[in-house]
């Protein structure tokens, strides 16, 4: 597929990419984008399949997805970018980051490194929450307009789903129900995704994990080792997706994660370069010295 995704961009300043979760869309982030808009120039994306965007024609493994999202910036014009992701968009996000291509990243929640059986739990779920969606995809729309029915929806995503907006809600209908190309994407880009190359990560990166999300287990906290000088933040009242349970916070920490990627001094990339020169500085000095002491030998 050379296509590129279907994107919405708000705002002025340094570029921001928002991806989402699989089984939402780019409306997920209808709480705090508002606020991100008024710093960054922000880019919502729908992943593949989801909303106006195409679904791949190759295995929609996390890969692929981010070539896909890589085509999109191209196509818009926009290099290297911060990066705010959800589930699988945060699992997309630190590929962005292996690659080189984020300036920083927030995963909130990203997937890839539940074991076995909470993968079983996950799939599980997922398939579930997918045939409910499609069962009942004539009633989101009602349901969306009342506090009670946004709870009801969106209760196994979020803390305060009631605090959610009817953008949400529609959101949950377009990733759920209405997705093309759902269960091979479920199969390739989360239940069988392992992510390798972490270490090659140069950029700061936050990862988030709301205490009240069940569907991501402990795997968020698994990236702290592999991924070299990632934080870690648990939020308090918040689910697996919360961007409307906490938004204050979320915008706060998108923007401490920049602030430290603007810090040349102490950023990863340029600890990573001076290592690296360190390393050859090194090996011209030994070759120096010996060539002084065969010169002194002569």
Not at 143 to 171: D, F, H, T, Y
Not at 182 to 198: A, H
Not at 210 to 231: H, K, M, N
Request: glycine share 10%; net charge positive; charged share 20%.
């Amino acid at each position: 597929m050379t296509e590129t995704l279907s994107c919405t961009r708000a705002g002025s300043g340094e570029a921001l990419l928002l991806l989402h979760g699989w089984g939402s869309s780019r409306r997920d982030f209808a709480a705090v984008l508002p606020a991100l808009a008024e710093r960054f120039d922000v880019l919502d994306v729908d992943l593949p399949g989801v909303g106006r965007s195409p679904a791949l024609e190759e295995r929609p493994t996390v890969a692929a997805v981010t070539d896909a999202v890589e085509r999109t910036l191209d196509g818009e014009g926009v290099g290297r970018v911060h990066v705010l992701g959800n589930s699988l968009g945060a699992r997309v996000a630190i590929e962005l980051a292996r690659r080189g291509r984020a300036r920083s990243v927030v995963a909130i929640a990203p997937s890839g490194l539940n074991v076995p059986p909470e993968r079983v739990v996950q799939g599980t779920g997922m398939a579930l929450a997918r045939v409910v969606m499609r069962t009942g995809a004539p009633l989101i729309g009602p349901l969306s307009r009342s506090a009670v029915g946004r709870a009801a929806l969106l209760a196994p995503l979020k803390a305060r789903p009631w605090a959610s907006s009817a953008e949400e809600a529609i959101g949950a209908r377009e990733g759920f129900a209405d997705a093309r190309d759902w269960w091979r994407t479920l199969l390739w880009g989360l239940l069988l995704d392992v992510p390798r190359g972490l270490d090659r990560i140069d950029c700061p990166v936050t990862l988030v994990q709301g205490v009240a999300d069940w569907i991501s287990s402990g795997q968020t906290v698994r990236y702290l080792p592999l991924v070299p000088g990632s934080r870690f933040v648990p939020l308090l009242w918040a689910g697996h997706a919360p961007q409307s349970d906490r938004p204050r916070t979320i915008v706060r920490l998108v923007e401490e994660t920049v602030a430290q990627a603007a810090q040349p001094a102490d950023s990863s990339a340029l600890r990573y370069e001076q290592r690296n020169r360190a390393a050859d500085i090194a090996s011209v000095k030994r070759a120096s010295q010996a060539g002084s002491s065969d010169a002194k030998a002569v």
